[in-house]
């Protein structure tokens, strides 16, 4: 199991039993340095990519810790960030990251080549107010907690919206909790 540390500028790395293993990171803005780490994702080939929020940059870990690159920089165009919340990894193992402040998703490569964007400040279907976590399905659906706005959107593979929760009781009546189990296991 590996944690993003948030207050601790670091990542912890546990074993199945939850026993330390290991920790990386610290304080700072140099290449294997974070300031809040917020959120990360582990593809196939077992390396770490970790969402550094207020360093507005992704950076790769391998699974022992080394840094192995920085992705993006501060900024509102392709592939730049302001305050990247999390990430997750598209079952094509590409890299789809909360930008919170750019009120976006971004779509890059594992390499970090922006191929997409999605959705855009507002809140209308597919826009964003501060998106914070996301996680994506075995088929493609995108769940993100959409937090200016109090809901989840559930996106398909395109982008489009496909469900959405406002708050716990909003989704009881609405029978959200169905759709969100369902969307869960797709």
């Known amino acids: 199991m590996v944690v993003a540390d948030y207050q601790n500028h670091r990542v912890q790395v546990f074993d199945a039993a939850g026993a330390f293993v290991a920790k990386f990171g610290g304080h700072g803005a140099a290449d294997g340095r974070f300031n809040h780490p917020s959120g990360l994702a582990v593809d196939r080939e077992g390396r770490i990519v970790v969402a550094d ?58 390499s970090g080549e922006f191929l997409h964007e999605l959705g855009a400040h507002g809140a209308r279907d597919g826009q964003f107010d501060s998106p914070g976590g996301v996680a994506v399905s075995p088929t493609g659906f995108v769940c993100v907690t959409d937090c200016g706005n109090g809901r989840v959107q559930i996106l398909c593979e395109q982008g489009q919206m496909q469900l959405q929760a406002r708050d716990a009781a909003a989704s009881a009546e609405a029978g959200g909790r169905h759709a969100m189990a369902a969307a869960a296991r797709a």
């Open 53 to 110: 929020y207020q360093n507005d940059r992704l950076q790769v870990f391998t699974e022992d810790g080394a840094f192995i690159r920085s992705i993006g920089k501060h900024g509102a165009g392709p592939g730049e960030f302001d305050r990247p919340f999390d990430v997750a990894l598209t079952p094509d193992g590409h890299l789809l990251i909360t930008d919170y402040e750019n009120h976006r998703l971004q779509l890059l490569t594992s």
